[in-house]
């Protein structure tokens, strides 16, 4: 479309400035990348916890896999 419109209002989009939007200000503060708190003085409960979490949901595709192999071996 724009390629068929006169010059002057291709000159004219090409010199529209685009500002550009304030990309983390939305009102909350200032910007945190973590959905939730950082907890302060228990990091080590939590570093626990957190690697305890990922770890099982990491592995259950894994023993789900060994499960199946072994139930089809048994057969």
Request: without cysteine; proline residues 7%.
């Amino acid at each position: 479309m724009l390629a068929r419109a006169p010059h002057s209002l291709r000159a004219q989009v090409a010199r529209t400035r685009v500002v550009p939007s304030a990309r983390f200000v939305h009102g909350h503060g200032e910007y945190h990348h973590l959905p939730f708190e950082w907890p302060g003085k228990k990091r080590l409960s939590f570093g626990i916890k957190l690697t305890a979490f990922l770890v099982t949901g990491f592995s259950i595709p894994f023993a789900a896999a060994k499960f199946q192999l072994n139930k089809s071996a048994a057969t």
